[in-house]
């Protein structure tokens, strides 16, 4: 059964910081990876999508890597604003369906 | 090309009621996945349905929970005798043919239930 980890649950950095969020997952056989970011009390936000052939995809300061055999994913955003402060969540497309992790709490501070 | 529509998107109920939320997906897409999320967790699935059939419902509760897809119409989750524990945000979403696919799954805006 595939598990999805998210590391750390919760990061707060002053603004202007380079980050890296963390998500690791069990079983290798995904057919792709996504980020999202979740805004409280509202719907996803899809930023990278990752198919498993591919080792990573970038989109403005976000940058994110898969290693699909060591079963790892990061989300890295750089120079980050008080506007990234959000939920991100990691989720890896199996057959039948997305799993996801708990994701990680981001606070930017001014 | 409209999104994934979800609907009601806020629903309160009192425990002991039913509650129903609809979706429709995607415009072409014949799948449609519900998920819930518990407040400060994670999205957890909940069943996967194509046009009159459940694929997968493993992460459906036993009891009072019900989902299905009808050749016309949403898809529909229904949550019988709700009590204050289903208080949570049931999201939805549809791809065109995920079997042996890498597509996206596409999501909707959500249907906050709240249970008093």
């Known amino acids: 059964k595939q598990e999805v980890t998210q590391i750390p649950a919760a990061l707060s950095v002053p603004e202007g910081e380079n980050l890296v969020l963390n998500c690791s997952f069990t079983?290798?056989?995904?057919?792709?990876l996504q980020w999202f970011r979740q805004d409280p009390g509202k719907g996803l936000t899809s930023l990278l999508l990752?198919?498993?052939?591919?080792r990573e995809q970038t989109s403005g300061r976000l940058n994110a890597s898969l290693d699909k055999s060591s079963g790892r994913s990061t989300l890295y955003i750089a120079a980050s604003q008080p506007g990234d402060s959000a939920t991100y969540l990691c989720?890896?497309?199996?057959?039948?369906?997305?799993?996801f992790g708990a994701g990680t709490r981001l606070t930017v501070k001014p | 090309n409209a999104g994934v529509m979800q609907n009601p998107r806020h629903l309160v109920r009192r425990r002991g009621q039913e509650a129903r939320l609809r979706c429709s997906p995607m415009?072409?897409?014949?799948?449609v996945y519900w998920y819930r999320q518990l407040p400060e967790e994670g999205l957890k699935f909940m069943v996967y349905?194509?046009?009159?059939?459940?694929?997968?419902e493993s992460g459906m509760p036993k009891e009072r929970f019900s989902a299905e897809f009808p050749k016309e119409g949403p898809s529909i989750l229904r949550i019988q005798q709700v009590v204050r524990g289903d208080s949570a945000a049931y999201f939805c979403?549809?791809?065109?043919?995920?079997?042996?696919?890498?597509?996206?799954?596409?999501f909707g805006e959500g249907s906050w239930l709240t249970v008093v």
């Open positions: 979403a549809s791809s065109p043919d995920p079997s042996g696919s890498g597509n996206t799954i596409y």
């Open positions: 079983d290798s056989a995904i057919y792709n």
């Open positions: 990752i198919q498993s052939s591919q």
């Open positions: 989720a890896v497309r199996t057959n039948n369906d997305m799993r």
């Open positions: 415009k072409g897409h014949s799948h």
């Open positions: 349905l194509q046009k009159e059939n459940i694929i997968d």
